[in-house]
């Protein structure tokens, strides 16, 4: 299957800092990525869906200028979570539509943010 | 999409079939179902899917009733690295929209 590459797995920062997150595609392009978000013992909600060249689209509830998404290149997007606080820790999983046809998503490894 | 409902947990022996049923008693004409799998603090993994006919693939056999409102996922042979959280998600395969995951069974695989 398709491979997606998600960097960091795991980050630890300080309340107040902000971190990127990258999710790249690696052996195909992806027009549409979409961003996760898992809280333990739970299952995963969706944050946003990133259009490349375009605006993310951002689930109710989910706060744009917080969480920044840049999804520059058909086979990467980024996400920023901007002045994290220990509320943030969770973790986030991204994923790329590779198959049009049949709408198969192929998700990352995922990273865990601890904001101390 | 339509509705999915799947048991919260399920056991299997090692070695042993591992079935997973999954309702869907909503879907429509055009919605595929598709099953992923989320090891522990891992990215979920696409399994299999289908519209109506049986798949098979090297992972998984997915079995989808005639009338299209249940399947089940078949893990011939059991391994411990197959305890995982599995994912019953029904959906459009033409829509754009992410997939929206539920609460899935949770396998446990015994020695």
């Known amino acids: 299957g398709a491979v997606v590459s998600q960097h960091p797995s795991r980050v630890i920062c300080k309340s107040g800092t902000s971190v990127k997150i990258e999710c790249r595609s690696l052996d195909f392009q992806a027009t549409t990525m979409f961003w996760y978000r898992q809280f333990p013992k739970q299952s995963l909600m969706l944050m946003a869906t990133?259009?490349?060249?375009?605006?993310?689209?951002?689930e109710q509830g989910v706060e744009k200028d917080k969480f920044l998404i840049n999804h520059a290149s058909l086979t990467l997007s980024t996400l920023t979570v901007t002045s994290a606080h220990p509320e943030d820790s969770s973790f986030y999983i991204c994923s790329a539509r590779a198959d049009r046809e049949f709408n198969i998503q192929y998700f990352g490894a995922g990273t865990r943010l601890s904001v101390l | 999409d339509a509705k999915t409902t799947q048991p919260p947990s399920m056991d299997c022996a090692e070695g042993r079939a591992a079935n997973l049923p999954c309702n869907h008693s909503?879907?429509?004409?055009?919605?595929?179902v598709y099953w992923y799998r989320q090891i522990h603090s891992q990215g979920p993994q696409y399994i299999i899917h289908?519209?109506?006919n049986n798949e098979t693939n090297e992972m998984a056999s997915l079995i989808i009733t005639e009338d299209r409102k249940s399947s089940t996922l078949i893990l011939p042979h059991a391994t411990l690295r197959d305890t995982a959280v599995y994912y019953c998600?029904?959906?459009?395969?033409?829509?754009?929209?992410?997939?929206?995951f539920g609460k899935g069974t949770s396998l446990l695989v015994t020695p």
């Open positions: 998600i029904v959906k459009n395969s033409n829509s754009g929209y992410a997939l929206n």
């Open positions: 990133s259009n490349e060249g375009s605006k993310a689209t951002y």
């Open positions: 909503t879907i429509s004409g055009n919605e595929y």
């Open positions: 289908g519209l109506k």
